[in-house]
């Protein structure tokens, strides 16, 4: 009885090693600012409001506010649009979490992704972290190099680099 199970899992073994979809990529971006928490708070803290700090992010519509359940439209600068929706939003902590509600691989090449903005007090300053869980355009076994996990990876990396680089001339420069 056990020599067929042996020999069937044996069968089967190259096709569960051959047979993986994609894992979730890991993106966290930071920047540390010579303000203080309340005053970059005050920058970023308008879940609906990225355009006024990212340069990135053409035009911004949404609704419902910081409550949990906000939906935002980002148009980004390719002119293509994505759509998030707030999952959390703690004032006290300086940190809001979201994801995306509405995919648009022209937008952006993920097919799914979570993120968050977090504030941390540090000495002379804040860090500011931006960071997100993604998958690739293409969930298949292989993708296309414009639906890969590195395409996912670094496209939401430079959405977010430009951001946060923006936001500290901004704030260092007092404007």
């Known amino acids: 009885m056990r020599l067929p199970r042996l020999f069937l899992a044996i069968l089967c073994f ?9 894992t979730p990529q890991k ?4 920047v540390t600012l010579h303000a203080p928490p309340d005053k ?5 803290r308008e879940f609906g409001r990225p355009d006024f700090w990212n340069p990135a992010v053409a035009k911004s519509e949404s609704s419902g506010g910081n ?3 906000a939906r935002r439209v980002l148009t980004l600068k390719n002119g293509e649009s994505v759509e998030e ?3 959390t939003y703690d004032e006290s902590q300086f940190e809001y979490r979201y994801r995306l509600a509405k995919e648009n691989l022209k937008a952006l090449p993920v097919s799914s992704y979570s993120g968050g903005l977090k504030l941390t007090a540090i000495e002379g300053g804040t860090k500011l972290t931006w960071y997100a869980r993604a998958y690739r355009g293409d969930t ?5 190099e414009n639906l890969s996990d590195e395409a996912a990876t670094q496209a939401l990396k430079a ?3 430009a951001g946060l680089d923006h936001l500290r001339k901004q704030l260092e420069s007092g404007k």
Do not use: K, M, Q, T
Not at 27 to 30: L, R, T, V, Y
Not at 40 to 44: K, Q
Not at 140 to 144: A, D, I, M, Q
């Open 14 to 22: 190259p096709l569960a090693v051959h047979a993986h979809g994609p």
């Open 27 to 30: 993106i966290d971006e930071s």
């Open 40 to 44: 970059v708070w005050a920058a970023v």
């Open 67 to 69: 409550a949990p359940g």
């Open 85 to 87: 929706a707030l999952d």
């Open 140 to 144: 298949g076994n292989e993708p296309p």
């Open 159 to 161: 959405l977010f680099r």
